[in-house]
């Protein structure tokens, strides 16, 4: 077969299949033109969806900045004039902090600002006396996608077992937060408050223990200084 047959052949066979398709087209441009339209649509949705996440995102993390100012507010100077910004006493700090931390944390409780929120809460419920709401706050912080935010709950949820004499569950949790600590809540973090806890039960020697694992773990930091003050025989 000569070149200039092998062209002709080639020509023709575009040309049948283009107009197969332009055939094809014609005959089924209505279900074409949906998928489309359908594909075109899913793609808007997709957009709106991520604008709208970004959006609440960044009105949760603003409403959390801003609870958090209030929670850092200082206290007024006893004797001096009040200024804006200050708060009489820490139990008014907390109680306002508190009653933004639970509207955040009610209205984005799924973000992760809202996580933060409840752990927040938590706090704030437990310096004003209100155990059972602060526990309760605290378990859904517990629950929190993010670790570092997730062990904070449980550090503060052991601490508050050990205060309501659930000793048992607060010394599991001091545990399982040594074996799987996070940048928030170390494990020697976890040891020292589980060497306390005991040290207050009157077990001193299962808590002398502890501070001995811990300043031998941490010879150079802060934690192992502090175990290593524990050991120190009281004068």
């Known amino acids: 077969m000569d070149t200039q047959t092998r062209h002709a052949l080639k020509k023709d066979s575009f040309v049948e299949a283009a107009a197969s398709s332009v055939s094809w087209l014609s005959g089924h441009s209505t279900g ?44 007024a100077v006893p004797g001096a004039p009040p200024e804006a910004g200050t708060y009489t006493a820490a139990s008014d700090r907390a109680k306002e902090a508190n009653r933004e931390f639970v509207a955040i944390a009610a209205e984005y409780g799924w973000l992760s600002a809202g996580s933060k929120a409840h752990y927040f809460a938590g706090v704030t419920y ?55 600590p996070s940048d928030t809540v170390s494990t020697a973090v976890a040891q020292l408050d589980l060497a306390d806890l005991y040290a207050a039960s009157g077990k001193q020697d299962q808590a002398r223990a502890i501070w001995a694992k811990v300043k031998d773990a941490d010879k150079d930091g802060a934690a192992g200084s502090i175990a290593a003050q524990k050991l120190e025989p009281k004068q």
């Open 32 to 75: 074409v033109l949906r998928w489309v339209i359908s594909g075109v649509v899913v793609i808007l949705l997709a957009v709106a969806g991520i604008i709208s996440w970004n959006m609440r995102t960044a009105a949760a993390d603003n409403a959390l900045g801003a609870a958090l100012d209030v929670y850092d507010a200082p206290l």
């Open 126 to 180: 437990e310096e004003l006396g209100q155990t059972g709401s602060a526990e309760s706050e605290l378990k859904k912080a517990e629950d929190a996608v993010d670790r570092n935010v997730s062990n904070l709950a449980k550090l503060a949820l052991a601490g508050l077992y050990h205060q309501t004499g659930r000793d048992d569950r607060a010394i599991e949790i001091y545990n399982a937060l040594a074996a799987k």
